[in-house]
């Protein structure tokens, strides 16, 4: 039954793209993808820009302090199966940010990456292949298998997740607290 | 005619989707793409059911599943019910099962679209209450089988009306330039945006629901002539997907604005104008 | 037995209400109330049932000089009361009228026309009152007690004694007679504004006092013109003379359009909201502006195709598209409220006197339904503000987290009025339909857009005050059902059960109740068809769309509270942000602009309908 399903995850690969401090070089080049030059459409691949429709994470920039907690929420917002595409040297290692004092030097030490897209600013060949790479991967994974972020010490081990209280848990942790009041009247 | 109507209704789902696969293609031909397969929505409508469901209450979920069905039964009681005018109300119903889903929930974008949401409502009702009567007042039926066997053409008599209708088809769809309760890149999708896996096939389909609810609005002003039907259906789908590729998205204001201010008296005209000369 | 009957209906309110005054009790009041209900109800339903042809009744001559008598001591007060706040317009207004008022008794000729006239249309309104209106005065007795328990026996008496006016009031055939009773709900509703006793409950109260006196005024000219030119004394005679003047009528209907709180003269029913909410709830649901659509009913075989009935559709289409627009403008609960009656009135009043079969079961359907949703919405805004302190929209955000029962009730009452099946979109639906038969013959022609365009207008209102309230965050399993006390609940869950059954089975409702009202307003019935699905000429409505519609709005909401997907949950999406959202709604201040625009031009239509309607140009 869900292995007829599965043959057309291949087809419809749906994006979510978030740049975590990025100098922007790497977002215009998945821009130029979807564009008419490249277009990914052609594959079914649609930027979605709203993790709980999208199956692939694309991220580009070195994690900023800021972005950290964002990253993680909007990870743990995505349903499995879902794999994440680091693009840029940047998001892979931190590139020409690494070791300043404001970035986390890559987002594989908060998530797991499943493709790494080097290149500063990375060609949209290179990110094409890449996300064809990524489905591939996408293809094998399975629903049930819950992810989460590497930074989360105990995996969850229930049917029914409530990923709010680990989003929350995880916001605690790793934010650099902006706060912004509530006020209801 | 019973029975292939309502085949027609049972297959809608099917058949919006070939259109919302066809909407895509020409829109990526026009703008010199290559475009997705024909097929792809219901590849994506595979892909969405094996994803695991994620949602936010269980209310907001059956808010959605229940705009599905509500949108399909409006179909249905447009194509085999003996009324369009109900039919259109109980269109309005599915919308506000929509909006309530996306009202039920605490997020921003979520309520933002189901507000903008309540102004295409706002803005498109009436013209569709005005295309019914037009479609009484030209064939004397509420009928569509009784719309469909007349030997008038109501666009013959109705072409204002008719102007307006089409345009109001991009308010209906969420077509650029009256995408606002959708807006893509503004609120990433309104009141669709916190559906997932499951529930938001439900919407997803549904939003198919809409091009066969309007396209056959727009197919019964052909009357009894089935070739100029098709022929309004497809003229009405091209130019309202070139529009969208060709414009961009407008305030709700100017969308209001222009509801009221242009497309209502327009119909409105024409409709009277009719009445007073026979 | 008959007129036993009818007497105990008018009688028995005011009777209990002097009991309830003087005795001053909890338990008398709640055992009373109930009582009322119970007889008037099971009153109403067995003279439905005997009156098949109108019946006539002639009290003795004494009564006639006793509310003469009753009617100056009303005038004196309402002078009194001029006097006393400094208010000299409504002593001038009353002195106007006790001057016209002798000069009726001088000319009036003495005539042997029967003085009470009972038809079904009575009747119809009997029930109302008597099945709507007890159950409002059984919830104010539970509100006092929350409110002002001392006060309790004065504020149920005075409702009480209302329901009696109210019954009167529709029974009476002599048009003076009309006239001391439509002061005398005028003066009930002045007692009930004034209640809390401040300084904005009186301003309000006197607002509501001088602007009656205006419909008062209208019905003294109308009078005086009537029987100086025809010696017409009472309702009925109007149908006696084929070439009537529009003059009498004209005035009536400016009454009728006064009491009916139509535009120029809306502040009144909206000043209405100071007092306690049981009070909103009598005058807009079963009393005082109910009025105005029975009247426009009476008169409307007589205005009927008139000029002066042309120029009331044009005046009361265009306060029904404007008082739906600026409805959206206002952020108080009971004032979104009040707007909303204000524009169903005009559609109750437009429909009377377009006067066809359809458009009177219309007008009919539309009295009987918005009776109980405004009813029932109103006491909900009594539990609201008195359990929950709501008092604005944006005070009911997120409450359906406290209080799913009230909110689905308000849903029930929203929905009702509007969305497709509930009886009173079968009555706008009827209605559309039938005006677009009219289209086709060129007549009418601009009620089509009115109706499509209020309509939605009415929708965007509603839905956009419920989603507010359906705002939450928390599994709705997990929220436990509310606990209000019994004489809160009992009466909403009536109300409720009785538009659900008159949703499901409406075309029974039609074809045994509101078409037999029609016969006997203009003479003929409205061919509706036996069977469950509403169908009439070319028209129809089948069982089974209604069934599958009721089992969405009604069934949904409930499934909806107890329903619980199994699966992960998760945070809404906030771009990221760890901000806790705040949601308001649309306040279209746009509209503020244009409101006094609407007030000259509605002020404008009024005076047409008077003068060219009045056929005095
Ligand atoms: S990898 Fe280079 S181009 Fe890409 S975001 Fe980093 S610095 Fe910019």
Not at chain 3, 359 to 367: D, F, Q, S
Request: proline letters at 5%; glycine letters at 6%; one cysteine or more.
């Amino acid at each position: 039954m869900f292995g007829f399903f599965k043959k057309f995850r291949k087809k419809s690969p749906w994006i979510l793209h978030y740049n975590t401090g990025s100098c922007n070089g790497c977002d215009i080049e998945i821009m130029a993808c979807l564009g008419p030059k490249y277009d990914l459409e052609r594959f079914g691949i649609i930027n979605k820009g709203n993790p709980k429709q999208a199956d692939i994470l694309l991220v580009t920039g070195p994690v900023t302090k800021r972005a950290r907690a964002r990253l993680l929420r909007l990870y743990m917002q995505m349903p499995e199966p879902k794999v994440v595409v680091a693009v840029g040297a940047c998001a892979c290692t931190g590139g020409v940010f690494r070791h300043m004092y404001n970035v986390e030097n890559g987002i594989d030490r908060f998530i797991p990456v499943d493709v790494y897209i080097p290149g500063c600013a990375a060609r949209p060949e290179n990110i094409i292949e890449g996300i064809k790479k990524a489905i591939e991967i996408w293809e094998r994974k399975q629903k049930e298998k819950v992810e989460v972020p590497k930074v989360l010490k105990e995996i969850p081990d229930v049917e029914t997740l409530d990923r709010r209280e680990i989003i929350s848990k995880l916001e605690e942790k790793y934010s650099e607290r902006l706060v912004i009041e509530e006020d209801e009247k | 005619m019973k029975g292939i109507l309502f085949t027609f209704a049972l297959l809608s789902p099917i058949i919006g989707g070939l259109i919302y696969g066809l909407e895509r293609k020409f829109k990526a031909r026009m703008q010199n793409r290559q475009g997705p397969p024909i097929l792809q929505p219901f590849y994506d409508f595979f892909k969405l059911t094996d994803k695991r469901a994620l949602q936010v209450h269980s209310f907001h979920s059956l808010m959605g599943i229940a705009f599905f069905v509500a949108a399909w039964f409006a179909v249905f009681a447009l194509l085999i019910g003996p009324n369009i005018l109900i039919a259109i109300f109980l269109h309005v119903l599915a919308l506000l099962f929509f909006t309530a889903g996306g009202f039920s929930v605490k997020s921003p974008y979520s309520v933002m679209g189901a507000l903008r949401e309540l102004a295409h409502i706002l803005a498109a009702e009436p013209i569709l209450v005005f295309a019914a009567i037009a479609l009484y007042l030209s064939t004397g039926s509420w009928n569509i089988e009784g719309i469909l066997t007349s030997n008038t053409v109501p666009i013959l008599q109705m072409p204002l009306l008719f102007c307006a209708l089409v345009l109001t088809v991009p308010i209906l769809l969420k077509r650029s330039p009256f995408d606002i309760s959708e807006a893509h890149q503004e609120i990433i999708g309104g009141a669709e945006i916190e559906y997932s896996g499951l529930f938001y096939e439900a919407v997803y389909t549904a939003k198919w629901l809409e091009y066969i609810f309007i396209g056959v609005i727009v197919f019964l002003f052909g009357g009894s002539n089935y070739l100029l039907g098709a022929l309004l259906v497809a003229a009405t789908f091209l130019f309202v997907w070139l529009l969208d590729n060709a414009t961009t998205r407008l305030t709700i204001h100017y969308m209001m604005k222009f509801a009221w201010g242009i497309l209502l008296p327009l119909a409105a005209f024409n409709i009277f104008w009719v009445a007073i000369w026979r | 037995m008959i007129a036993a009957e009818i007497l105990a209906s008018i009688l028995l309110p005011w009777i209990s209400a002097l009991v309830i005054y003087v005795l001053n009790n909890h338990r008398v009041s709640v055992f009373l109330t109930v009582l009322n209900f119970v007889i008037l109800t099971i009153i109403g339903l067995h003279l439905w049932f005997s009156v098949n042809n109108p019946i006539t009744l002639h009290p003795p001559h004494l009564v006639d000089w006793l509310l003469l008598v009753y009617d100056y001591g009303l005038l004196l007060y309402f002078f009194k009361q001029g006097i006393e706040n400094r208010n000299p317009l409504v002593s001038v207004l009353a002195v106007i009228q006790i001057f016209l008022l002798s000069w009726v008794v001088l000319i009036r000729p003495h005539s042997e026309v029967p003085n009470i006239y009972i038809d079904k249309l009575t009747v119809f309104m009997y029930l109302i009152v008597g099945f709507v209106g007890s159950l409002i005065t059984l919830f104010a007795t539970r509100y006092m007690q929350d409110e002002n328990p001392v006060r309790e026996g004065e504020f149920v008496a005075i409702l009480v004694w209302f329901l009696g006016v109210m019954n009167f009031i529709v029974s009476v055939n002599n048009i003076e007679w009309f006239f001391a009773l439509f002061e005398t709900t005028t003066l009930a509703s002045y007692l009930l504004i004034r209640f809390r006793g401040d300084t904005v409950s009186v301003n309000n109260a006197l607002l509501a006092l001088w602007m009656n006196q205006i419909g008062g005024i209208t019905i003294l000219l109308a009078l005086l013109f009537a029987i100086h030119k025809y010696g017409i004394t009472h309702f009925s005679q109007f149908g006696e003379h084929t070439q009537l003047a529009l003059f009498p009528l004209a005035f009536l209907s400016a009454a009728a359009l006064v009491k009916g709180a139509q535009m120029p003269f809306h502040r009144w029913l909206l000043g209405a909201m100071v007092a306690p909410t049981p009070v909103s709830a009598i005058l807009h649901s079963a009393t005082m502006v109910k009025v105005a659509p029975y009247l426009i009913l009476r008169l409307s075989p007589f205005i009927k195709g008139t000029l002066l009935a042309k120029l009331i559709v044009v005046f009361t289409g265009f306060v029904f598209v404007v008082t739906a627009l600026l409805a959206l403008n206002e952020t108080h609960f009971k004032r979104i409220l009040a707007y909303s009656t204000i524009s169903l009135l005009s559609l109750m009043m437009l429909a009377g006197t377009i006067g066809t079969p359809i458009t009177i079961t219309v007008a009919l359907m539309l009295i009987a339904f918005h009776a109980v949703a405004k009813a029932l919405l109103f006491l909900e805004a009594g539990v609201l503000e008195k359990r929950y302190h709501a008092k604005t929209i944006y005070d009911l955000k997120h409450i359906i987290n406290k209080a799913p029962l009230t909110v689905f009730f308000i849903l029930v009452g929203f929905l009702s009025m509007t969305m497709v099946p509930f009886a009173m979109f079968v009555a706008k639906w009827l209605m559309i339909s039938e005006m677009s038969e009219l289209l086709s013959k060129a007549s009418y022609i601009i009620t089509v857009a009115i109706l499509a365009i209020g309509g939605a207008i009415l929708t965007v209102l509603y839905l956009k005050i419920l989603g507010l309230t359906i705002n939450r965050d928390e599994e709705s399993f997990r929220v436990k059902i509310e606990k209000l006390p019994s004489l809160y609940t009992i009466p909403n869950v009536i109300y409720v059960v009785l538009i659900l059954i008159a949703t499901l089975f409406i075309n029974t409702f039609l074809v045994y109740f509101f078409a037999p009202i029609t016969q006997s307003i203009i003479g003929y019935i409205p061919p509706f068809c036996e069977g469950l699905s509403v169908c009439i000429k070319n028209l129809q409505l089948p069982f089974w769309q209604i069934i599958i519609a009721f089992f969405f709005v009604v069934f949904f909401p409930i499934i909806a509270h107890y329903i619980h997907f199994k699966t992960d949950r998760t945070a809404e999406y906030s771009c990221g942000e760890p901000v806790k959202p705040r949601i308001s709604t649309y306040n279209m201040v746009c509209l503020n602009k244009v409101s006094t625009y609407f007030e000259s031009i509605s002020l404008a239509l009024f005076v047409l309908v008077l003068v060219i309607g009045g056929g005095m140009l």
